[in-house]
């Protein structure tokens, strides 16, 4: 059995991809041990368990490599969003590039040599326009400090390969959006319903005709255990759908569901990237049958997760109108 440490084990990405794992691995190959911070557990199953504090504890972190063997790590949080880390520029980089720093010298120590490694995909890459969406060969041109930070801990755990011979993943994920989301800081196509479902006027910074690569969660985690099971190392991926689709029509899919969701429109922000579309023929190399679900789909089964939320969170005896 192979144990992992899963640092943001309890958040968006970390809860599904341990669900479709533990729903999948029916010869119970792994065992995870969840670093989360102010997170509630969403998984209960014996082959996963939470530990409840902050990776960049150094004396917490040591003692838990001491106490496991681990065979891995799956590192998928992050402290910061696009849009704001310009303002938060010394935190991030203690909490994050500085906190990964660390996670790799006691992957280093222990002798734990594999890191699967959440990055960013429009994050890195910024407004690129090359015709048939950003490759992961092309250049990284990052407008805010949260893709430059990104990029270099991309940067720091190549050079512990060469040097160390610590094996990676890198995915560089596009939009995500699906079931266990619960942010208000990013996540236009969650926020937006759960903003219609709540009656309340969604703001949209910019004219919504910016187009971004966005992918189901469900098929994110799906690739990426194909990945972990194929044994797929060393190497940098786009994870994406490889279609864009504009804010505006986001809206109009969403009002196919709530048709009086209010929007109003705000001045653009500098640090988020306009317009991104991820190339993912190096993905498709690399899992043999890329079965994506289409936007409009993956939107309401979104939409369906949102609204059972919304009516858990109902005061006894209110009447929905």
Known sequence: MKTILVIGGAGFIGSNLIHYITENDLVNEYHFVC???????????????????DYCDEVLLNSIFGKYNFDGVFHIASSSVPVTSNDTIRGDIQQDLIGTIRLLELMRRFKCNFIL?????GALYGNNGAPGGAKETDLCKPISSYGIIKWSIEEYIQLFHRNYGINYLILRPSNLFGE???????????????????QQPLEIWGDGQQ?????????????????LVNNKRNLILNLGSGQTTSIN???EY????????EVNYRSSVKADVRDISLNINELKRNVAS??????RQGIYNTYKWERV????????????M
């Open 290 to 295: 890329l079965m994506l679900t289409d936007i």
């Open 117 to 121: 490694f959440f990055s960013s995909g």
């Open 249 to 251: 029509q986001i809206v």
């Open 211 to 227: 187009a971004k690569d966005y992918l189901y969660i469900k098929d994110a985690v799906a690739v990426i255990y194909a990945l």
């Open 180 to 198: 266990f989301h619960t942010s208000d800081k990013q996540g236009i196509i969650n926020i937006a319903i759960r903003k219609a479902i709540n």
């Open 35 to 53: 670093i989360c911070r102010n997170k509630v557990p969403q998984i209960n199953h014996p082959h996963v368990e939470y530990i409840m504090g």
């Open 309 to 320: 939320q919304f009516l858990r969170r109902l005061p006894f005896g209110k009447v929905l």
């Open 254 to 261: 969403i009002r196919e569901l709530e048709p009086e969701i």
